[in-house]
């Protein structure tokens, strides 16, 4: 069974960056091989991560309905696409979802699809989930099992709530949940203060804050990948300590 992280967010709050300084972390701590999982149908993890990414597995949904060679099975055709999709990296592999179904039946699509990727992660012992802001697709497509939910906003009431929504959504889909923790990133604030009601959701010590840094910012304007911030990056010291409190039970 793979230790399975999942992250979720508002959008723009830096929650692929985070995404991707933490695998950056788990490699680095001898935490491999990763399969790392773009579940965002806005895929960028793969620039954040600096890898080529080929195809996605939203792209062989639509393949399937209309391009799959006489004589191939469409279980053949499929597991063929994934494999394409498959972009592969020291420490880590990477598989992108795509963008969500267009019109028309994507049934048969899904169902393999949710076969071929249960059989992926058992060849993985650990498994980073890029979600978008809801979880029903990581429920939908992947499994039902998360052992750390990782949920990042930005120092914004309205980003906080969003996590708290997002908090409130998965416990009452039909998942089990592990440790749950909340990255406060872009912070410009020194003693940042929660909401009580924030806290109670995460708990006093599973949460703590990520500096606003420079860097990223450069990083993201000269289409650099984050993934290779340098040592002296704020940004990614901090992450690297809250990654320590978050996984310090994972050896």
Not at 207 to 223: H, L, N, R, S, Y
């Amino acid at each position: 069974m793979s230790y399975t992280i999942a992250l979720g967010g508002k959008g723009g709050t830096g929650k692929t960056t985070i995404a991707g300084l933490l695998i950056r972390y788990m490699i680095e701590k001898g935490k491999t091989p990763i399969l790392a999982v773009d579940a965002d149908s806005n895929s960028n993890l793969h620039e954040v991560l600096g890898v080529p990414l080929e195809t996605t597995l939203g792209e062989a949904r639509e393949m399937m309905k209309k391009d799959v060679p006489t004589g191939m099975t469409k279980d053949m055709f499929m597991e063929i696409q994934m494999e394409r999709a498959l972009a592969e990296s020291d420490g880590f592999d990477l598989i992108a979802m795509g963008r969500p179904e267009g019109p028309g039946c994507y049934c048969a699509a899904n169902n393999i699809l949710t076969e071929l990727i249960q059989r992926l992660m058992k060849n993985y012992p650990y498994l980073v989930v890029d979600n978008e802001a809801g979880m029903e697709h990581f429920s939908r497509l992947t499994q039902k099992d998360i052992d750390l939910l990782l949920l990042v906003s930005d120092p914004s009431r309205r980003g906080l709530t969003a996590a708290k929504r997002i908090l409130e959504l998965v416990d009452s889909l039909p998942i089990r949940v592990g440790e749950k923790f909340l990255v406060v990133n872009q912070c410009q604030i020194d003693n940042l203060k929660l909401p009580d009601e924030i806290v109670k959701g995460f708990g006093e010590q599973n949460w703590g804050i990520v500096p606003a840094d420079p860097k990223v910012a450069e990083f993201d304007m000269q289409g650099k990948p984050t993934f290779s911030l340098p040592e002296d990056s704020v940004a990614l010291k901090s992450s690297y300590s809250l990654f320590d409190r978050m996984l310090r039970e994972t050896d």
